[in-house]
């Protein structure tokens, strides 16, 4: 695979974040990061791993723009598939990488690890502490209360926790998980 479209994804990936201001670029390194782990850990093949991580949210700035924010893996999609009609890479390759991006929800089912990877690695966007913390950053500028924003922050928490599917992400993960399951639950108003 040309090792220049791999670049080339990290910086349209980048571009579309500077130019809608989401996905949290912090989000973006931490998923980054993990995937890259992953890959590593799994001898797969890591350029389809980065190329899928990259491109996986490339339109949820635009979605969330056009309030089109439940459509941004179509969205995405799509981005991705004129993306990579630039290159020169077998439609094999091209497949692995459309399914990273279209299953990082874990709504369609992976045809190879690399997409496992992908989807795993997203999910310390939303359970990971820095992942939380850069979130609940966001959303502090998006919600006027707090009880709003941890509601949008232990939704997309469980969304993400039953989309784990490695052991390895869900061992390293659990202790998170319940960690700040019991903190929302503690923030929560109680009348007296």
Known sequence: ???NIVQK???????ETEKFGTSIMDHFELSENKALELAEKFDVNIDIVKIGVYLMD????EAKKSDKLTEHVQ????ATKEFLSKFNISDEEKDKILNCVGAHHAQIPFICKEVE????ADCYRFIHPRGIFAYLNLL???????DDCLKQVEKKMEEKYNALSLDIC???LEEYYQKFKRLIEDSKLRKI
């Open 140 to 146: 502090g500028r998006r919600f006027d209360n707090v």
């Open 117 to 120: 990877i992908c989807c795993n």
């Open 9 to 15: 994804a990290k910086e349209y990936a980048i571009s």
């Open 75 to 78: 969205m995405s999609v799509g």
């Open 170 to 172: 869900k061992e390293e």
């Open 58 to 61: 490339v339109k949820l700035g």
């Open 1 to 3: 695979m040309d090792r």
